[in-house]
């Protein structure tokens, strides 16, 4: 298993529907993970943290599943503005110096 | 709200040449770093800095790259002789000590830069 795998995408969705991604994972000791935000040739920008079971902050929820070790991003009532490359990051090892990436999920929200 | 700045925005450089690439990070962060992103691919780690030395460095990170802090506020990256396959987004991030962050959340969040187009021709 790749360290930080995603679907790729594109997720094209309508405005206003619910979308999830996953991320899977094959360090099982990892204890924090992220979701950031690309959008096209611009710097990430962190979305959310996950150090538990999970986190909510709006229309986005993360949940994290450790027995299989994948993470998921849901993003309710969609708008034209999420559209962009979800990142899942992952610390490697316990020292967060260094952030392993996944290839991200490509979404288009449409009108 | 506090930013990374990063310059120059693009460089447009012949291979073999010497690129330098400054980042002015966050002041009161103490973590630096530099990752990069080929077209189409993954961020990459290239290197983190802490207390003026290298804390940790990725495969990427061969003699051909330097980093260095010179005056207290600017990181720079340094290729000495840029090949073909330099080409590629390159960011820096900091981030603030765990011990000072104001909560667990924060202790791990990098800043990134809007980040520095380098195309080697």
Redesign the interface.
């Known amino acids: 298993r790749k360290e930080v795998e995603q679907d790729p995408g594109p997720f094209n969705v309508p405005e206003g529907a619910t979308v999830a991604f996953n991320c899977t994972y094959s360090n099982s000791a990892s204890q924090s993970f992220f979701w950031y935000r690309q959008d096209c040739r611009k710097e990430p920008k962190l979305l959310m943290s996950v150090y538990s079971s999970g986190n909510e902050d709006g229309r986005f929820t993360a949940q994290l599943n450790r027995a299989s070790q994948y993470i998921s991003l849901l993003i309710r009532d969609s708008k034209l503005s999420d559209s962009a490359t979800y990142l899942c990051v992952l610390p490697e090892g316990g020292n967060n110096r260094k952030l392993i990436w996944g290839l991200g999920t490509s979404l288009a929200v449409n009108p | 709200e506090p930013e990374v700045t990063q310059t120059p925005s693009h460089q447009v450089t012949q291979m073999g040449q010497e690129v330098i690439l400054r980042c002015v990070p966050i002041s009161n962060h103490l ?1 630096f770093y530099w ?1 990069r992103q080929i077209l189409g ?5 290239l290197v ?1 800095f802490y207390n003026n030395e290298i ?2 460095k ?1 495969e990427i990170f061969d003699d051909q790259f330097s980093v260095e802090r010179p005056d207290g506020s600017n990181f720079t990256l340094k290729i000495r002789s840029t090949k073909l396959e330099d080409s590629a ?1 390159y ?1 820096c991030a900091s981030r603030v000590p ?1 011990g000072r962050a104001s909560s ?2 924060g ?4 800043t ?4 520095s ?1 380098l195309t080697v021709l």
């Open positions: 973590y990752y691919q993954k961020v990459e780690f983190s804390s940790e990725s987004m960011f765990s667990i959340s202790a791990n969040v990098l990134f830069g809007a980040g187009r």
